[in-house]
């Protein structure tokens, strides 16, 4: 009887292991060009001796590492994993590699920079040579184009913003300027998730920072004369 439970035993830990196996959603499955920053940080992660598994967004711009004493580097524990990220970067993730094997699949050449400790690592760069990839300062693809109108009521969030009430970075809007949302993360991309949430699931984009309005020929978009929008950026935007 001893023998037959622990037959059983056995194909349900083997049945459960190959299930978990053919479920993984941990794997993408295309290439991947990493920011400067996250190459840096993948660095980091290979130069840690206790580090084990290091995840990043599909954009290659959000990156995070786990330890294994922590027991999360388990295979049971890698959707929780990726499940953190996706929270944290606003879009899919993925398990890029382990200390000894790149889980990524169809990666293609991922490092922005020619790199020995990848080299070292994995046998070879996944460089080259003319990967050029847009730093995670860049703001060229999130920054609003064209004339905008604000609404009253996000001319004031702006103006509670530029007197960095609430110690926000940036302020995002609408296109159709009635929804305003400012952020306190340097993430960019998860804070144009969270404004997306905020405003009636409207695509939202960057309008300033705390120095300058970074919009493409915004026009006048203010609906007032306010002194706080001139002493912040040097104009009204506002036609008389």
């Known amino acids: 009887m001893k023998s037959i439970l622990v037959k059983i035993s056995l ?29 840096q940080h993948f660095e980091t992660f290979l130069e840690d001796s206790k580090s084990s598994e290091y995840y990043v967004d599909v954009l290659g711009r959000y990156s995070t590492y786990y330890y294994c004493p922590d027991n999360r580097c388990r295979p049971g524990f890698r959707n929780q994993n990726i499940a953190s990220c996706e929270r944290d970067s606003g879009t899919a993730c993925g398990l890029l590699a382990t200390k ?15 790199s020995e400790i990848v080299y070292q690592t994995y046998g070879d760069y996944f460089y080259d040579g003319k990967i050029t990839k847009k730093s995670n ?15 009253n009521y996000v001319a004031q969030k702006l103006v509670n913003f530029v007197d960095q009430i609430g ?27 969270n404004c997306k949430q905020a405003s009636e699931d409207k695509e939202c984009y960057l309008l300033a920072t705390r120095n300058k309005i970074v919009w493409n020929e915004p026009g006048n978009f203010m609906p007032a004369k306010l002194k706080a929008i001139k002493d912040a950026y040097g104009d009204f935007y506002f036609d008389k």
């Not at 299930?19 to 290439?31: I, M």
């Not at 000894?100 to 020619?114: A, D, E, L, R």
């Not at 300027?177 to 998860?190: E, I, P, V, W």
Request: glycine letters at 8%.
């Open 167 to 193: 110690g926000e970075k940036d302020f995002y809007v609408t296109l159709d300027g009635r929804h305003g949302y400012s952020s306190t993360t340097s993430n960019r991309f998860l804070a144009l998730e």
């Open 11 to 39: 194909l349900l830990v083997a049945t459960l292991t190959i299930s978990a196996c053919q479920t993984a959603t941990y794997v993408q499955d295309r290439p991947l060009i990493l920011s400067k920053g996250a190459a």
């Open 100 to 114: 000894s094997y790149i889980h990524w699949k169809n990666v293609g050449n991922f490092m922005p920079f020619q």
């Open 137 to 151: 300062r860049d703001i060229s693809d999130i920054k609003g184009t064209g004339p905008i109108q604000l609404s």
